[in-house]
């Protein structure tokens, strides 16, 4: 086991790890060939029970581990990150001192179900 303070603070070619990704849920409404291709996501496809996700609670303790180690930008990904409440999940992160940015990589599906909830620009980037 490594200790948090034995991690590095830098990539293998030495840059700074400025950047975490957060994969919320391993699920998605699609099977996007190089992705998650029917053959092998096919119906039956065992995802991870919701007991084993990180809760919000938990994610949120690792972006403040994270942040005290240099991580300035969050990236909330999946699978589909819109499947769970992210934007609880978001509320929560921007509490968290360092971050400076909270990004979102989204299919869109769930986007028109959602109105209200996120601003426009939240597009952008
Ligand atoms: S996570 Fe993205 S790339 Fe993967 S199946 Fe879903 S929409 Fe496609």
Redesign the pocket.
Known sequence: MIAIAELPLADTLARPLRDLRISVTDR?????T???PREVFGRDFAFLPRAELFTFEELTRLAQVFAGLGVRKLRLT???PLLRDVERLVAMLARVGGIQDIVLTT?GRCWPARPGRWRRRAWAG
């Open positions: 998605c409404q699609f099977r996007c190089y992705c998650m999946g699978g589909e299919n």
